[in-house]
């Protein structure tokens, strides 16, 4: 029982702001006012209207592509950090993975903004404020987190299978397609949902590197409460996408699941 103590401790606390929010979110807003009215749901009528669905919809494709590229950039380097044989190189390997948790995500982003502001670099095409810099932000800050869970599911895939589909015949490239990425599909489930569900409430990124032209969830929420001062509204909102959130984790983790079977 003293073992759950903290978990239900966390889940009370999570469960009252969420009531204080739902609460906040019926409320009626006043304009000019930061004091609210009676009881309405206008507030959730205007957060399913096609504006603010939209901000639903670019985040759910940012989110998507961003779990795509993070995969596609990830997996090679997990594979190297589990099967590479040198105890040196795995300790570089880590090392640099590590590296960017030793620094803020506020201070790295900004270093994009000189690396994508053609500072650093000339650009044929333009980078900063607009969804390809910020799919770059979202994709490296995405990367140390799914290359340590892929490299934990690639090193628990018995390398006796796959000696054993070389002893049979099977080039390298057919023993990595046909028994090390199936064996390692749990792993490459878990990153993806988790890259996907942190990159669907992303807020800095965007909101840095989007330059107030990449509009996400939480960009919307924050525009809502402090620009128009609407905070029933971005609360509604807010609910709104929690719930989508929910939703769609579960959709794609039924779809992942199924592929892994």
Do not use: C
């Amino acid at each position: 029982m003293r073992l759950l103590l903290p978990g239900l401790l966390v889940t009370v606390v999570l469960a009252a702001a969420l009531g204080a929010l739902f609460q906040y979110s019926v409320l009626e807003f006043v304009p000019g006012s930061l004091r609210t009215g009676g009881w309405t749901t206008e507030n959730f009528r205007k957060a399913l209207g096609p504006f603010y669905l939209g901000y639903v919809w670019d985040t759910a494709v940012i989110s998507a592509v961003t779990t795509i590229l993070t995969l596609l950039a990830a997996y090679p380097v997990g594979y190297a950090l589990a099967r590479t044989p040198s105890r040196r190189a795995r300790s570089w390997i880590l090392v640099l993975t590590l590296a960017p948790f030793f620094t803020g995500a506020i201070v790295r982003t900004y270093a994009w903004i000189l690396v994508l502001g053609n500072a650093v670099f000339t650009w044929p095409i333009a980078m900063l404020f607009s969804e390809r810099g910020v799919l770059v932000g979202l994709v490296h800050f995405s990367m140390p987190t799914m290359i340590l869970l892929l490299a934990a599911a690639i090193g628990h895939v018995d390398p006796a299978y796959e000696r054993a589909a070389a002893s049979l015949g099977a080039r390298p490239a057919r023993v990595f397609w046909r028994v090390t990425l199936p064996l390692s599909l749990p792993g490459i489930v878990s990153s993806s949902l988790i890259v996907f569900a942190w990159t669907f409430s992303a807020f800095a990124t965007p909101e840095l590197l989007g330059g107030g032209r990449v509009k996400m969830i939480a960009n919307g929420v924050k525009d809502l409460a402090l620009d128009s001062s609407n905070w029933p509204g971005a609360a509604a909102f807010a609910m709104i996408a929690l719930a989508l959130t929910l939703v769609l984790v579960g959709v794609v983790g039924r779809l992942v699941g199924r592929l892994a079977a």
